[in-house]
């Protein structure tokens, strides 16, 4: 475990887009590749940012109405590798931080998101060089952690995110656990 982990590379892949044009500003300035969903890579082109979608990082195109868009090897190789080595050999760069935040669950099965979870999961998985970015509240502290310490977010930093980050997987996953139990009692049994 490094105990601060520079960012040289972030996925955003937002909602709520609240704060991302100054969040996205600070980045950029502070020499951040970026790569974005295509909604969010939209917002950051209209404000004078650039970023790379993620079809283009990939080389693969959205799939499926925009149903499959993360999902992909370079992606969460990215997230999880433990160092640029684990990567090398497949021509793979680390993603250091994952700024995604979730839609909220509101009682449609299109409505459950997959891609978010996953991206989330994966950097909980590799908190210990991956920063999990969950929710715009957050963007004060990572750009002040980040002008501190030269580009780099600190242990204690990405396990606080951790936790927030967990407590909001749990909430989505419960609301979506309580809506299947409502369907499954408003199903004639046979």
């Not at 993620?54 to 999902?71: A, D, I």
């Not at 640029?84 to 021509?91: F, H, K, M, N």
Request: with cysteine.
């Amino acid at each position: 475990m490094q105990d601060y982990v520079k960012i040289n590379r972030a996925l955003i892949s937002v909602t709520n887009k609240n704060g991302l044009e100054h969040f996205g500003h600070f980045l950029d300035s502070m020499g951040v590749e970026i790569i974005s969903t295509e909604g969010t890579y939209k917002v950051l082109e209209k404000y004078g940012m650039h970023s790379k979608e993620v079809s283009e990082y990939t080389g693969q195109p959205e799939m499926l109405g925009g149903r499959v868009k993360t999902l992909h090897p370079v992606i969460h190789a990215g997230i999880l590798a433990k160092n640029v080595e684990d990567l090398a050999e497949y021509q793979i760069q680390p993603i250091d931080m994952a700024v995604v935040n979730l839609y909220r669950f509101r009682g449609y099965v299109e409505n459950i998101d997959v891609g978010g979870p996953t991206l989330i999961k994966a950097a909980l998985k590799n908190r210990d060089r991956v920063a999990a970015v969950t929710h715009p509240i957050q963007y004060v502290r990572v750009m002040d952690e980040m002008k501190r310490n030269d580009g780099a977010l600190g242990y204690a930093t990405r396990l606080d995110f951790a936790c927030e980050a967990s407590e909001l997987l749990a909430e989505n996953e419960t609301a979506i656990a309580y809506w299947h139990k409502k369907l499954s009692r408003n199903v004639k049994k046979a």
